[in-house]
Every structure is written in structure tokens, then in C-alpha cells.
């Protein structure tokens, strides 16, 4: 077993998990303002993890360590390292080994697997706190790149009543359904797929929180499927991105209504502009 040393990643732990979803590696651990990596040695010759791994060293401004490390209890040591997430008293999210506390308004199990969504990055948090600003009571939620569906969980215990969740990665599928299951949610429909299977029309609210280049591709399709009026919340994206996005947004038929940021990243909010 293989351990990659990352000084300084911690910040960039749920990026970090989202490029590396699609490889069979044994986990990821944040040790302080470090991560590390933790994967067989013939993954390092894989050349679509190679790939991969140089978008992650393009995050990153320290040099990284490879070192030999014995096997270990890898579920003790992944869910070892998930602490519960607090959004003020509004949003607890938590994994099902911790107890619960009736003190938040609401509280959100995450199953910490290898999926994009649970909270510890400041796009998840900043999604989850726009959504707090709005009403979702009897609305149509598109949630799109839905990683552990921590949005789509959000947006049924906020009042929706009919969400689609997509992801093109099996593994964030088949997790974003479990944790679904995990919080009793009645109106989730996951998906397995990508914008292909945007043809449903009505939405009231579509969440996507991916990366820059998908949603700039993706941005005619939301306005395709999105109500007039509707809202559209966006993150995955960093502050020198801001011009790119909104230039988009609105060529599409969106108006830009917020935006917020937290180390670096971005979230913004647009309405759909009426046709």
C-alpha cells in the first residue's frame, strides 16, 4: 500500500475526493491542514489516474511525498476522519456512527463515502446556506452532479416535493440513494447519468454544484428545463472565475441575483429571466 502525502490539501479535500471518485483507491484521511492517500502501487501507473492527479497538484503549491505504508483497517481510518459539520443551529450534518443532537433545526446523515457532498467544503457549505434564504415548500428541485445528494436531502426536509438527483459516477449513484434512504426521504428520484437525461422540464430550483466547465456547458440546459422565475444555485468554482460565469449565465437567459465566498470559492445565485 501507497500513501500520498499532501501538505497543506485539507481545503481542497472534497475537490480532491471528486476528481479521484472514479478510481478504486482505499481512501482519503485529513491529518491536520494535510491529506493523504492512500491507494495499491500499480494505481500510480494507471495513466488515467496520472491524469487525474496532475489537475490535483495544479490545486496545490507544495510538492507531494509518495511512501510505503502498512495495511490498515482503511472504513476505520475514512470514517475516523468525518467530523460533524455545523451551519449555525440552522444545519447539522452528520454520519450515522455520531449521535444525534435536537438542537439544529435540521439534521443530515451522510454516509462518508468516496462521493462529492458533505459539507466539509466551502461549496457544499455555501450551497446549503443559500438554500436556507429560500422557500421550497411544494417545488420541483432539480439537483444535478448530486455526488452524496446532500442537496437533494436538504431540499426535501425544506418542503420539496418532487427532486431528480444525476450523477454520471456509479459509486456517488449508488451512495447519493442510500443516504436518501439513511434520512427517510420520500420524494428523491436518483439518477445515473449526465445531461442526456435533462428532459424533464417544470423545475422550480436547480442545484449544481460541480465545476466551472460543466456548468458553463450545461448552463442553456438548465435554462431549458428551469420555469420562468426559477432559481438556479450555483457553486464548484473560484473567485477568478466570477466574469466567466455570470457572461454565461446570462446568454443563457439567467439574471445574477447573489453570490458569496469562502476561501476562494464561489456560490452564486441567478433567476431565470421570463421568455
Known amino acids: 500500500m501507497k500513501k500520498i502525502h499532501l501538505p497543506g490539501a485539507a481545503a ?10 472514479a478510481f ?18 500499480e494505481m500510480l501507473e494507471d495513466k488515467n489516474f496520472s491524469a487525474s492527479f496532475r ?17 490498515q483497517n482503511w472504513n476505520f481510518l475514512w470514517e475516523s476522519n468525518f467530523e460533524p459539520i455545523t451551519l449555525g443551529r ?38 446549503l446556506s443559500a438554500m436556507l434564504r429560500h422557500s421550497f415548500e411544494e417545488k420541483k428541485v432539480l439537483d444535478m452532479g448530486c455526488g452524496t445528494g446532500i442537496l437533494s436531502v436538504m431540499a426535501e426536509k425544506l418542503g420539496a416535493t418532487e427532486i431528480d438527483a444525476i450523477d454520471h459516477d456509479p459509486h456517488s449513484f449508488e451512495n447519493a440513494k442510500e443516504n436518501a434512504r439513511l434520512n427517510r426521504c420520500k420524494h428523491i428520484r436518483t439518477y445515473l447519468g449526465d445531461d442526456k437525461l435533462l ?21 442553456p440546459l438548465y435554462r431549458s428545463v428551469i420555469n420562468d422565475g426559477g432559481t438556479l444555485i450555483t457553486s464548484g468554482y473560484l473567485r477568478s472565475d466570477r466574469n466567466i460565469i ?3 449565465a446570462t446568454k443563457a437567459g439567467f439574471e445574477f441575483v447573489r453570490q458569496t465566498e469562502e476561501s476562494d470559492w464561489l456560490m452564486t445565485e441567478f433567476k431565470a429571466t421570463c421568455r
Do not use: W
Open 55 to 71: 489537475e490535483i497538484e495544479k490545486l496545490l503549491d507544495k510538492p507531494h511525498c509518495i511512501e510505503e505504508v502498512p495495511d
Open 246 to 248: 455570470r457572461k454565461a
Open 90 to 127: 440552522e444545519i447539522r450534518i452528520r454520519a450515522g456512527f455520531h449521535q444525534p443532537d435536537p438542537h439544529f433545526t435540521h439534521e443530515i446523515i451522510i454516509n462518508p463515502m468516496m462521493s462529492f457532498g458533505t459539507g466539509h467544503h466551502a461549496t457544499t457549505r455555501q450551497m
Open 199 to 219: 428532459t424533464n422540464k417544470g423545475y422550480d430550483y436547480i442545484l449544481a454544484n460541480i465545476n466551472r466547465e460543466v456548468i458553463l456547458k450545461q448552463l
Open 12 to 21: 481542497f479535500f472534497e475537490v480532491i475526493a471528486f476528481v479521484l471518485e
Open 24 to 41: 478504486d483507491i482505499a481512501g482519503i484521511a485529513a491529518e491536520g491542514e494535510d491529506l493523504d492517500i492512500f491507494l495499491e502501487e
